[in-house]
């Protein structure tokens, strides 16, 4: 009877490609760097596209205050978001542990199921709006900072140059 059901489904017990590959930590790893050089190369473009509108502006215009200032913030915006995003991909590993942790400790404390299951709804609400708070707090430091810094860059590179 196995022996007819191999030879009628010969893949039955192999796991697909697309298993076998996903399984593997080089595709992981594959994809995370795939992943981060499709954001550093997108930010990269918006930037020159920033910094050109920018100098497109101060030739033209006479004052350098408002176009440096709208400048400053759009780099300080997508150094921000490009912060966030790459503190997120720390901590969603560090969450995922700590999750665990949280309930297998509060299983060999003797949980019902039942009362698990509550806990562990209540502990990823608390985790993962813990995360969000710090990753939106150290997304607008960075973020103001680079504006910041960036304001006080283009600034003084328009007065030298002009």
């Known amino acids: 009877m ?5 030879k009628e489904y010969p893949n039955l017990n192999k796991p697909s490609l697309l298993i076998r590959l996903m399984s593997k930590r080089r595709t992981w790893a594959f994809l995370f760097v795939l992943v981060y050089g499709l954001l550093l ?6 930037l020159q596209k920033i910094l050109v509108w920018y100098n497109s502006n101060t030739s ?4 350098t ?12 915006v997508v150094f921000g ?3 966030m995003v790459a503190a997120l991909a720390v901590a969603i590993p560090a969450m995922v542990v700590t999750w665990i942790t949280v309930l297998v400790l509060l299983t060999f404390c003797g949980k019902p199921r039942k009362a698990l ?17 710090i990753l939106l707090k150290e997304g607008n430091i960075v ?11 283009l600034v003084r590179t328009t007065a030298e140059n002009g």
């Open 117 to 133: 299951v509550l806990e562990g709804r209540k502990i990823t609400a608390d985790i993962t709006g813990f995360a969000i708070k």
């Open 60 to 63: 033209s215009a006479k004052s």
């Open 2 to 6: 196995a022996d007819e059901i191999e």
């Open 41 to 46: 190369w997108s930010s990269w473009n918006f």
């Open 143 to 153: 973020a103001a900072v680079c504006a910041v810094v960036g304001y006080v860059l």
């Open 65 to 76: 205050g408002w176009p440096a200032l709208y400048a400053s913030v759009l780099l300080g």
């Open 81 to 83: 978001v490009l912060s």
